[in-house]
């Protein structure tokens, strides 16, 4: 059976991957171990992690933080701190009527209407009002290839959108809207 | 061991004019506290069924409920009823490819004119893709 060496966290860190910030205190590495060359458990200090390594060889991370409160997570690209996109920062509902926020802030929203009647004023809800503002809807109606029709969007705002299509019954409309 | 949590599950919520009609969603982890204090917390379930058909559900005595068939009739009668005549007429005329295969049978300009030069290339068509026994012209076909 082998043998697992508990080492002290900090020394681990600085011997296997450079240095780590020190001067936070009430650091709580405990669970940290070695073997061979893999490093497993819970690094954990107050205020986030702060990790830099030292001589980085090419295609390789040399400097990270995780910011606990505010949930995001960076690496230092040698110029510049850059903010990484995780689930966590990027919401998301993947459905047929559906939106992708990023971690820019921007969300994309999408989706299908039911049917609607042929020049009227109709709406569409979006699946989430937009925080701030709807940038662009593109609108297409959903119909066959001898009743070729178009939609026209009337208005945009935050929350919803006035669209009308000239097709010959009533036609879905599948839409695409972009905004922060 | 360091276990990665998976995404907790966001809280829907719509809200609804003063018509009580759905006037839009709100999700927590977008929205935060901008969410208004009216909103209704709703499941992902019933998020995912009024959001694919918001105008059929409606607020009623603090209950989201289905609209009736009359009450959407009732709807779109509004929405008729607020167009002018010519969007009325629009909507009613027959296809424009329907009302010149009228006109083409119909009519027999001279020969020399544009418009006789036109229906020969209309009849053209009309011969290399002839009808088959039994079919119905439609959309000007």
Request: include cysteine; charge should be negative.
């Amino acid at each position: 059976m082998a043998t697992i060496q508990t080492l002290n966290p900090t020394d681990v860190i600085k011997e296997t991957f450079g240095k780590i910030n020190t001067s936070l205190t009430n650091l709580n590495n405990d669970k940290l171990e070695k073997s061979g060359d893999t490093m497993t458990g819970l690094l954990t200090t107050l205020g986030g992690i702060d990790l830099e390594v030292s001589s980085v060889p090419t295609g390789k991370v040399g400097r990270m933080h995780a910011n606990g409160a505010t949930n995001q997570i960076y690496y230092h690209d040698g110029t510049d701190w850059r903010n990484m996109w995780h689930h966590g920062n990027n919401p998301a509902s993947v459905s047929a009527n559906g939106y992708q926020k990023l971690a820019s802030g921007m969300i994309l929203q999408w989706g299908t209407t039911t049917e609607i009647a042929p020049n009227i004023l109709a709406e569409i809800v979006y699946p989430i009002v937009f925080p701030n503002t709807c940038f662009a809807l593109a609108a297409t109606v959903e119909s066959d290839w001898d009743d070729v029709a178009a939609a026209v969007v009337s208005y945009v705002s935050r929350d919803l959108s006035g669209v009308t299509h000239n097709a010959s019954a009533s036609k879905k409309i599948k839409w695409i809207a972009i905004g922060w | 061991m360091v276990v990665v949590q998976e995404r907790k599950q966001p809280q829907y919520y719509v809200a609804f004019d003063s018509a009580a009609n759905i006037a839009g969603f709100y999700v927590d982890e977008i929205h935060g506290d901008d969410i208004p204090e009216t909103a209704i917390p709703i499941t992902a379930e019933q998020w995912q069924t009024y959001a694919a058909a918001p105008h059929r559900y409606k607020l009623d005595s603090g209950v989201i409920r289905e609209k009736t068939a009359d009450e959407l009739a009732a709807e779109l009668a509004a929405a008729r009823a607020a167009l002018g005549y010519e969007a009325l007429r629009r909507s009613e005329y027959p296809p424009i490819g329907d009302q010149l295969d009228a006109l083409w049978k119909w009519l027999e300009p001279p020969e020399g004119t544009e418009a006789h030069e036109i229906r020969e290339r209309w009849l053209a068509v009309k011969a290399a893709y002839p009808k088959p026994e039994g079919s119905i012209e439609t959309d000007g076909a």
